[in-house]
């Protein structure tokens, strides 16, 4: 779906007119409507406005560009229910809702999150435990969180 398709989409179910949605996100009813028809789309801050207004993330009002995953575990964060929240509630698409929540990690180290991770993934395989840890480290370092 594309970004006007998105923006119109959301401003209908929010039973929204263009003028309305102007008011909401401080902007002129033109530019929803030249952003509805394709011609132009929102800048940097108007995204941020719609996306905390509308309870959706940026990379969800962009068409979903991107495969997000979390930069603390690597779990694909293909919903934006998954996404964490910083403290005023706008998205942050890089953690999950688990790994940070409310500014705040859940993890205070890489090897707290590998305990958890072993003792709590399934292992269909039945690697030995530290074998497993190894494979998990190995995955965790690439991610920004544990660079």
């Not at 179910?13 to 008011?23: P, R, V």
């Not at 011609?39 to 993330?57: A, G, I, M, R």
């Not at 560009?65 to 998205?91: H, K």
């Not at 205070?108 to 530290?130: A, G, I, R």
Request: proline share 3%; with cysteine.
């Amino acid at each position: 779906m594309e970004i006007q398709d998105i923006i119109k989409k959301l401003r209908e179910k929010n039973h929204l007119t263009q003028e309305q949605m102007a008011e909401r996100l401080m902007v002129s009813r033109q530019a929803v409507s030249r952003w509805e028809n394709g011609e132009t789309q929102p800048d940097t801050e108007s995204l941020k406005l719609l996306s905390k207004e509308f309870n959706v993330s940026i990379n969800t009002l962009l068409g979903t560009p991107r495969q997000l995953i979390c930069q603390c575990c690597g779990m694909p964060l293909n919903e934006d229910d998954l996404i964490s929240r910083e403290q005023d509630g706008s998205y942050n698409e890089d953690y999950c809702k688990w790994c940070y929540a409310d500014g705040k990690f859940a993890y205070q180290s890489k090897e707290s999150l590998l305990d958890y991770l072993v003792s709590h993934m399934p292992n269909p395989d039945n690697l030995k435990d530290e074998d497993r840890r190894g494979q998990f480290d190995l995955y965790l370092s690439q991610l920004k969180h544990w660079k």
